[in-house]
């Protein structure tokens, strides 16, 4: 497969599912666009309470502009955006192709019904098409619920992210 074809098969996302809720939801998920920027860094302001919605924007966009390999997909729920997750595709020495779950939050009213699973979901058939190796991803150490997640569908803590800062930064 060339990577032409790897790509586009990677870039599709439109897909109707039902949530697990014990009352289903009929969601749909798809790439996020432009014209979805505020609600997209008002539902990443839950991940990341203390960076202001403005700097947000600005490393949001700022990725966008300056990476091909980095995709938004959304969860929609009646046409709100409810969860969304980041995702990087790429190659890495020690592990060949690659895909990263980023930044995945569903809003605190839709969590725990299935958003999370859903987006997990198709990132895994996703990472399956593109002849990804692995999933990876980051989790805050203090984030047990999402370790609870993570863990529920395959993922195993196989290291450590460390983290050397160089100046002040807003996180």
């Not at 997990?120 to 990876?136: P, R």
Request: positive net charge; charged residues 20%.
């Amino acid at each position: 497969m060339g990577a032409s074809e790897k790509k586009s098969r990677c870039q599709r996302a439109t897909r109707v599912c039902y949530s697990a809720a014990p009352t289903p939801l009929l969601m749909k998920l798809h790439w996020l666009t432009e014209a979805q920027l505020d609600d997209t860094i008002a539902l990443l302001s839950y991940l990341n309470p203390n960076v202001p919605a403005a700097t947000l924007r600005e490393r949001y966009e700022k990725i966008m502009r300056a990476h091909n390999n980095y995709r938004v997909l959304g969860a929609f729920i009646n046409g709100q955006l409810v969860g969304l997750t980041g995702i990087w595709h790429g190659t890495k020495l020690w592990c060949g192709d690659y895909m990263e779950v980023d930044n995945l939050v569903v809003h605190p009213d839709y969590r725990n019904k299935g958003v999370a699973t859903s987006l997990m979901e198709h990132v895994n058939a996703l990472a399956k098409e593109a002849n990804c190796n692995i999933e990876v991803l980051d989790s805050y150490t203090t984030n047990y619920p999402s370790h609870r997640l993570y863990q529920s569908k395959g993922f195993e803590i196989w290291g450590f992210h460390f983290i050397k800062p160089l100046r002040d930064f807003e996180h």
